[in-house]
């Protein structure tokens, strides 16, 4: 047969017989399994149920664990032979030493994954390259009952043989297959291609038998067309060992503990085999895991960090959600992921490893830039529905200009088999090859780790400078960004978030864990913020002093932090995950609400005034930069209004004459179909919509005529926790049905119950006017029970604006109401925080909520996704009970000049109060004071005081501020601390420029949302 005839499917089969030659099975192991259904550590590894093992044989369910035990004799068969081990239990499995230390991975041959990349199972165990025959084979190893997506393989071993490694067949089949494959990547009609195919094809033909000299001579015959370099590259590929793992997603996060330890070990054993050989991998909290449970394995990592094979990657604390966390959780994720690596290592991180993550924050160039961080590697916006991203290295500006050069693997995954077609499509693929002479490839099995196996490396090390491809360098990632940077200033810009034009229903999904992240990210800033100043004696008075509680916030911020882990808070993983944070998350919450409450009493305690006769007294506390003029409802259910001082307090006397006189309010004017305050009019239609609502103040009506207001429908959703249909409207959506409405006056409160009914759920929904207040508050209890629908609420409003304002971290993003392109049809699901504004110039209305992220805007309408049911991965998501509130908010002039960043942060942020004890005199030294002068006060009403904290290195408080509007802005930061110094720092807390302090306070200037972090020294 002429050669021009053969068809690379001819060479492919070839290729896959040779394969089923190079091990060679000599003898069989016994093996002994001792399963239980959670880890058990090493010590106790005969606890479990003893089972002895055949292949075929099986020993557990999804989830089970087991300790194995392999044991046999090399045969006399292999004497002076390669020998290794072939093991396959149909899960994870980690082998490990004498002392329980992991040694090396193993991963099921059949486990879920991209087979175009490779196949992703590890099976193979080194024992001797010059075996005497006579070897003892003694093994124990930790097994988890499920594959590498958390899938359930049978449950069953399917082999543990001593085999021989035919070394010379396996060197043969790479040389083979890396050829093999250059050649069917290049063009047709090239001498390269026609050369390589002649030669496979004779190598085929010399192959009857893989005898020893029938494979030493194809050896040379290919070895000559591997000897065969390129020329000057144009483009080189840096390329790094990668394991991708989820902290959780298709499993516990107690598996991900063992998968790290799989993972790693593999890498190390990998290492030891491949000199040149480098790996990376990121999320300090991984490495925090290894360091507590497995601290040998942990130090030998630090070995390799050492010598410069290992690399740290990424500056998070975990390669966190970028949509739903606050912005000052960004900030910690930086800051603890950062200090790790420095403190265990001492590392630099200088670039954010984000390969996963379901869209990018516009705030993140700004908090990258100001934490030393000046690159940005990520690929998931190939993931993109109906737009291509036009770059994948260019230049990311944020809202306040900073900027970041970031990559994309040109070949689109951090799974790349590292093989010829991998080479080819990324140079092909590149859209910035016209500039740039650098492109990163990571290789490796991910997402639920493993890592590279020796398919990659034996690839690699064939294809350094291989005629054909362009060169490849195993390189750390660092060396790779300081090369690329070289031409900075030739990439093009991308300015605005990096919008993923899909998981738009990871916005929504698993709301509980959405609402208890919200309170935890509020009661954090509380608890800081109040513990600074309960650690702060008063003038002249340092009784009642608390210690800042530094490591139990630092405990609880990295617990929070784990749980923004990109698919765990955006709701995508399975439903033991959600079991298990949820209940972490309550505990959480309880002890912080502990703390915060203990340093409020501290602080009441400040203020004991003498007995008198003037009734019960409470101390309301308010952490927000500015005045409150609020009513507020005490324990016993009076309504007193309250005046409290921007960051301070204020000292209510609770008598007769100071609680709201509920005679004096005029019910009569308002019904079940009829509600009104002082500013307000709320009309209602008879399924609980709302016809109308009319600003008495500015005679404006605010609803669009022929239409309704807070319109909750209910959608078919059959998508998954990811992804819900884009045309979901276009089905209409079903109403709940109103089987009540009861009319209530609760002091300055009127409002409306409305009880719904829809299938199995039921929602109950207040709504209330305040008094004085321009808020309409929707609180909702929702007894959620349905499957596969999705619960969404919209107010059509008569206002005609082409841009919504929606609130992100540290400042707010405009994104398009109309449709006019495929870029603004991709983006219908728009993430917003606190609030999202449709604004004329002299007019406009806020959406505000305390605990939701998907919003719409388009035309006049605002809407906002309430509540998901998808079947997977979790088979009961947010069947559930929830509370989450939401409100309309109608203002004079547009959302800068409304201040409705205030409104958003009063929702979210309630005062709080104390009773103050009454229960004994002031003693005569001591001056009796009604209240404690602000710490901390502003004199602009566009800057907001994101956090005040203690130092993470000493006892100087760190105060973050930023600018709210997109404006310039100059302002004063009063302090009455006795403070000895004033530096500004970066969000590392590292000192910067010294600031001078004239006459208790500082000045400051801001750029459009600029964030700025003070560092005040405090006199000893």
Known sequence: MPYETVKPEMLRAFLKNMEQHVYQPIDEMKVTA????????????????RLELKPGDRWGDLWDCAWFHFSGKVPAAGSGEKVVLLIDVNGELCLVDEEGSPVQGLTNINSEFDYSLGLPGKRVVHISDCSNGEETIDLWGDAGCNDLFGRYRSGTL???????????????????????????????????????????????????????????????TLGKQLAMKGGDPVLTVSAIGHAHIDLAWLWP?????????????????????????????????????????YPKLYDRVKERIREGRWEPQGAMWVESDTNVPGGEALVRQVLYGKRFFQQEFGMEMKSLWMP?????????????????????????????????HPHHTFMWEGID?????????????????????????????????????????????????????????????????????????????????????????????????????????????????????????????????????????????????????????????????????????????????????LERYEILLNRVEQLIAQRYDALASRMTVKKDDSGNQIAVFNSLPWERNEWHRTEEGQWLHVRVPAMGNSVISVLPSSVYDSSAASPESSSVRHLDNDLLTVAFAEDGTI???????????????????????????????????????????????????????????????????????????????????RRIDFVTKADWRESEKMLRTSFPVDIRTDAAACEIQFGYLKRPTHRNTMWDYAKDEICAHHWIDLSEPDYGVALLNDCKYGHRAEGHVLDLN?????????????????????????????????????????????????????????PAEVSAQESVPPAFSLDHPHIMIEAIKKAEDNGDIIVRLYETAGAKASAAVHTSLPVSEVWLTDLMENKRDRIDKLDGKVQLGFKPFEIRTLRFSLKK
């Open 34 to 49: 001792w399963v239980t259904s959670e880890p058990v550590a090493y010590a106790g590894r005969e606890s479990g149920i």
């Open 866 to 922: 309430l509540l998901r049911s998808p079947n997977y991965p979790d088979p009961e998501a947010d069947r559930a009970e929830h509370e989450f509130t939401y409100s309309l908010y109608p203002h004079a002039g547009d959302h800068v000049q409304a201040e409705v960043y205030k409104r958003g942060y009063e929702l979210n942020v309630p005062l709080r109060t104390v009773d103050i004890r009454r229960d004994a005199e002031v």
């Open 158 to 220: 399917k082999e543990a043989v001593i085999a021989i490694c035919r070394e010379e067949v396996r060197q043969l089949y790479y040389d083979f297959e890396v050829l093999l494959e250059t050649a069917e990547k290049l063009p047709d009609g090239s001498a390269r291609k026609s050369r390589i195919f002649k030669t496979l094809y004779d190598v085929t033909l010399s192959l009857h038998e893989l005898g020893a000299q029938s494979v030493a001579e194809a050896r040379q």
């Open 691 to 773: 016809r109308s609502i009319y600003d008495k103040e500015l005679r404006r009506e605010i609803v669009a005529k022929g239409e309704f207001a807070n319109d909750l429908r209910i959608y078919n959703d059959q998508g998954d926790a990811w992804d819900f249909r884009h045309d979901y409207r276009q089905m209409t959506g079903a109403k709940p049905g109103l089987v009540e409405a009861t009319f209530f006056q609760d002091g300055p409160q009127t409002g409306v119950v409305h009880v719904y009914r829809y299938g199995q759920s039921t929602l109950v929904q207040k709504v209330v006017l305040t008094q004085g207040s």
């Open 356 to 388: 996963d993550v379901f869209g990018y924050s516009a705030s993140l160039p700004q908090i990258l830039k100001l934490s030393g961080v000046d690159y940005m590697m990520t690929q998931k916006l190939s993931w993109s529905m109906y737009n291509k």
């Open 253 to 293: 996060i107690r598996e991900t503990i063992r998968k790290g330890a799989r993972t790693f070990s593999t890498a190390l054993r990998m290492m030891e085999r491949y000199p040149d050989y480098i790996f990376g991998a990121s999320q300090p909290q991984l490495y925090d895991w290894m360091k507590q449970h």
């Open 401 to 581: 200009g900073s900027r970041v050069l970031t990559h994309m693997p040109p070949e689109d995954t951090y799974n790349s088999p590292a093989a010829p077609r991998s080479i080819i499509k990324l140079e092909t693929d590149y859209l910035d090859k016209n500039i740039s002479e650098h492109a990163l490839m990571l290789f490796g099995i991910g997402d639920g780790g493993g890592g590279p196996g020796e398919e990659h490396l034996e690839r690699l090390s064939r294809e350094k400078n291989l005629l054909g491809l362009s060169p490849v360098v195993q390189e750390p990632s660092h060396v790779f960004f300081e090369k690329l940077s070289e031409d900075a200033d030739r990439y093009p810009s991308w300015r605005g978030e990096l919008y993923l034009e899909k998981h738009q229903g990871t916005l929504t999904s698993q709301a509980r864990s959405k609402r208890y992240n919200r309170k935890l990210e509020k009661a954090l800033r509380e608890l800081e913020y109040a513990a600074v100043l309960a650690a702060t004696p008063a003038a002249g008075d340092d009784r009642f002093v608390l210690p800042y509680p530094t490591e139990d916030l630092e405990e609880i911020w990295k617990e929070v932090l784990l749980y923004q882990f990109h698919d765990i808070l955006p709701g995508s993983s399975i439903k033991r995950v959600y079991d298990e944070s």
